[in-house]
Nanobody, 124 residues
Framework: QVQLVESGGGLVQAGGSLRLSCAAS????????MGWFRQAPGQEREFVAT????????LYADFVKGRFTISRDNAKNTVYLQMNSLKPEDTAVYYC?????????????????WGQGTQVTVSS
């Protein structure tokens, strides 16, 4: 089992920045690729970004390229999502997730463990 706890969400004005953190406990953090997803009210959960076990490879959704950066610190068992130039349409609950495959994936059904989510609200 892997337990994931997100933090860092909040209310920010359009154009602002937030950094989300996801702390992992349980099994060896470095054995898992990590992803961030988000879900807005009335919408399906969507992929945001993912990072490989070592941190050497990343993959982003088109709508966040150039604005968001995913990173990880395996010594701290933590994955981050730096979000810059935030837009009102980025408002959602953001979830981190862990998956044991060596191939990065955008598919939420491939992820084995999920956090409880953290709310991000961007005001216009």
């Amino acid at each position: 089992q892997v337990q994931l706890v997100e933090s860092g969400g909040g209310l920010v004005q359009a154009g602002g920045s937030l950094r989300l953190s996801c702390a992992a406990s349980g099994r060896t953090f470095g054995n898992y690729a990590m992803g961030w997803f988000r879900q807005a009210p009335g919408q399906e959960r969507e992929f945001v970004a993912t990072i490989s076990r070592s941190g050497g490879t990343t993959l982003y959704a088109d709508f966040v390229k150039g604005r968001f950066t995913i990173s990880r610190d395996n010594a701290k068992n933590t994955v981050y999502l730096q979000m810059n130039s935030l837009k009102p349409e980025d408002t959602a609950v953001y979830y981190c997730a862990a998956e044991s495959s060596v191939v990065l994936t955008k598919r939420s059904d491939r992820y084995d463990y999920w956090g409880q989510g953290t709310q991000v609200t961007v005001s216009s």
